[in-house]
Nanobody
């Protein structure tokens, strides 16, 4: 089992920044992918970014490329999502997810086995 806890969400004005954190505990390991997804009211959950726990490998959605960055701190078992130049359309609940067996960086939500509870990000215009 893997437990994921997100933090760092909140209310920010358009153009501002937030950094989300996802702390993982339990059966973590090197063959791991961590992803961020988001879901706005009335919309389907969409991929934002993903990273391998070890080695190289990231994926960033086109809608946030150049504004969002995903990184990790292995010693802290934590993955971060740095969000800059936020827009009102970035408003959503952001979820952290983990796939403990893949060597890829999946962009499809059903390929992730573990999910956090989500953290709300609201961007005002």
């Amino acid at each position: 089992q893997v437990q994921l806890v997100e933090s760092g969400g909140g209310l920010v004005q358009a153009g501002g920044s937030l950094r989300l954190s996802c702390a993982a505990s339990g059966r973590t390991g090197s063959s791991y992918a961590m992803g961020w997804f988001r879901q706005a009211p009335g919309k389907e959950r969409e991929f934002v970014a993903a990273i391998r726990w070890s080695g190289a490998g990231t994926n960033i959605a086109d809608s946030v490329k150049g504004r969002f960055t995903i990184s990790r701190a292995n010693a802290k078992n934590t993955v971060y999502l740095q969000m800059n130049s936020l827009k009102p359309e970035d408003t959503a609940v952001y979820y952290c997810a983990a796939n403990p067996t893949t060597r890829a960086v999946p962009t499809i939500s059903r390929l992730y086995d573990y999910w956090g509870q989500g953290t709300q990000v609201t961007v005002s215009s």
